[in-house]
């Protein structure tokens, strides 16, 4: 069973750029979340993808966006990146025949804007 | 919302057994207490997940009173592998709210 990967490993972007991270979901879940982390933080919640179609978004302006795939894979869109925008961005894929607080997460992407 | 409270840190060594506890004073009836442990560099790990009394699975045990405003995650016999961030998580939605987490440092 693969898990939850997630590219690239790290990102060096500038402020005003666009980025757009990946992540492939663990085989077997249509669910996918993304959170950020900022260094010291706990992981805040980004939004989430279920079958395609968003499903919750946490306290993040519309800059950032996301899709999610028919294979259930997703990408997180930043434009107008900020300082402030420099995060580790975690994703995290579960099924809805588990229970609803486990998630599996990937590695992270390290984004750091300049 | 549930708002969480935990320690920042804590130490221990190895071998010993380590007691975190987290307070939901505003835990709703549905929501479930969940943990999770994140290591430097990595995403967060599923730990264990409860509603009440005593859960127990091949990692760790979780205490959860009746009145449930409280829980504890309990390492037995903890190593230094088991050096990482804790989450307690009172939400009771699989859109994941953490806090700040307790920075367990075990030393040999």
């Known amino acids: 069973e693969t898990g939850v990967t997630q590219s690239p490993t790290h990102l060096i972007k500038t402020r005003g750029q666009q980025v757009t991270l990946r992540c492939s979901s663990q085989s077997g879940h249509n669910t996918v979340s993304w959170y950020q982390q900022a260094l010291g933080q706990g992981p805040q919640f980004i939004f989430q993808y279920y079958r395609e179609e968003e499903n919750g978004r946490g306290n993040f302006p519309p800059r950032f966006s996301g899709l999610q795939f028919p294979n259930y894979s997703s990408e997180l869109n930043v434009n107008a990146l900020e300082l402030d925008d420099s995060a580790l961005y975690l994703c995290?894929?579960?099924?809805?025949?588990?229970?609803?607080?486990?998630?599996?997460f990937g590695p992270g992407t390290r984004l750091t804007v300049t | 919302l549930a708002k969480t409270t935990q320690p920042i840190s804590m130490d221990s060594y190895e071998g010993q057994e380590v007691n975190i506890t987290c307070s939901h004073n505003?835990?709703?009836?549905?929501?479930?207490i969940t943990w999770y442990q994140q290591f430097p560099s990595q995403g967060p790990r599923f730990i264990i997940q409860?509603?009440?009394t005593k859960v127990t699975n091949e990692v760790a045990s979780l205490f959860i009173p009746a009145d449930r405003k409280s829980s504890t995650l309990s390492l037995p016999r903890v190593s230094l592998s088991d050096t990482a961030v804790y989450y307690c998580?009172?939400?009771?939605?699989?859109?994941?709210?953490f806090g700040t987490g307790t920075r367990l440092q075990v030393f040999p």
């Open positions: 995290a894929s579960s099924s809805d025949r588990d229970l609803p607080y486990e998630q599996y």
């Open positions: 505003n835990i709703a009836t549905n929501d479930y």
């Open positions: 409860g509603y009440k």
């Open positions: 998580l009172g939400r009771g939605t699989d859109k994941l709210i």
